[in-house]
């Protein structure tokens, strides 16, 4: 029996490779997100592949790989390169 072992935290390094060019704002909202490597696969894998249903299928997401999602696509939303003010 395989002992279980944790999970890699996420590193700016694959966030980059994962992600490619994106702004700094994303790539420190991310890293503060405390979030996996398996996260950010998920959510890269969520923003790959989406589109209308994959958008409405987003509630579906377990966190932190949701926030991630919304913080790799949040300037498409607002059409900005900067988040929106709360």
């Known amino acids: 029996m ?3 072992t944790p999970e890699k ?8 490779r994962l ?3 994106i702004p700094a704002w994303k790539v420190t909202a991310i890293v503060n997100t405390a979030a996996t490597i398996n996260d950010l696969e998920s959510a890269v894998a969520w923003v790959a592949g989406e589109s209308d249903v994959m958008a409405g299928a987003r ?3 377990d966190e932190p790989a949701a926030s991630i999602f919304d913080i790799l ?7 900005d390169d900067e988040p929106s003010p709360p």
């Open 2 to 4: 395989r002992a279980h």
């Open 9 to 16: 935290a996420i590193r700016v390094e694959d966030i980059l």
């Open 19 to 21: 992600c490619g060019d």
């Open 59 to 61: 509630r579906q997401m």
């Open 73 to 79: 696509t949040a300037d498409d939303e607002t059409g």
